[in-house]
């Protein structure tokens, strides 16, 4: 009797230790289930977007953790089978008994899912960590610092792009012409604005590229801002553009303060005119701005935006107009018929025709 009330005893204690295990394992199963959504929408992003994640580093952590998700399905697979055909709860008598004797069995196999838990658990933890740190060192949130993603690429504009069929804007070009050759004027700063594929990009480049400017000016920088937003790479290419000479060795320039200082005074020096076509986010001017002299310089910059928040006092905001009926009806017409509207005496006879 005593025997079986010390065996009675310590299987009950042993009971409350196995229950304790188990709510123990559980709370990890539920914590690796968690992770397990984690690692899945990561994944999942990453074959989405595999331009994102070229790092070799991010890609061996991917293939890391996708080897940890199949570890922790076959754990919560175990843990599901062995929790569910070990627990009821309306058992009798004899077979509470039966059940303690088995708890010992119940104990030793739920170990390994616990154990094995835990190494998911801190090994998730840590890849996550290392993870984080590499998203903090790109400075921008992202996984990649080294490529752009696709859309990014497909937005870039380059200032030796010709516009085949460029209609009407003859307003607009001298204005801001006049705008940017004005000597003293305070305001530097023209910042042509507008909805998306209104013109903005193509009017910059008329700009850029207008006879005026390459007189007026010692050096000139064209460059493009992407939604990935990267700071430093935006100043590194306007001072490899304004200082040819010095190309090389701004190349190892990485810091920003370093690299606003340099642009700074080299504006101040040098009358530059400078185009950042399509900044997208005040933010992201406040962060190029102190790059630019501008109440202490005859540079010039230009910038293209979307947005309208992007102005402040020292800028002169230029609001771009749709085309007018019949200049959206020239661009058609030498858009769908260019070989014909290249002469104009044609032109008229297949419309006629038509
Ligand atoms: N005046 C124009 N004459 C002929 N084509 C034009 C003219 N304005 C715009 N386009 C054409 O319209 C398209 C969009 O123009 P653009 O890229 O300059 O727009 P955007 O305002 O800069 O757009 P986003 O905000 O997306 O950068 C281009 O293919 C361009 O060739
Ligand atoms: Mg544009």
New binding site residues.
Partial sequence: MEIVQLVGGTLRDLLIEEVKFLYGVSDQVEEVERDLKTIHCFLKDVDARPNRYDLTTIRNHAAELKDVAVRAEIVLEKYAIDATSERQDDITLKEKLKRYVCILCECFNMYPVGKETKAIRSYVAELADSMKSMCTSTGEGSLSNTSANSEDLL?Q?YAHEV?Q?????EKDIEHLVSLVKLDNDERSVISIC??????????ARKIYHHKDMQASFEARAWVCISQQFRPETVLQEVLMQILLEEKESIKNITNLRELVMKLYHVQKQKKCFVVMD?IWERNHWEILKPAFPITEANSRLLL?T?NENIASQQLILHK?DF?TED?GWE?LKKVALPEVYSSQGQCVCVCVCV
């Fill in positions: 937005r504009r516009e069929h460029f209609v009407g804007m507008g909805m998306g594929g209104l013109g903005k990009t193509t009017l399509d293209t979307r771009l085309l200049q661009l």
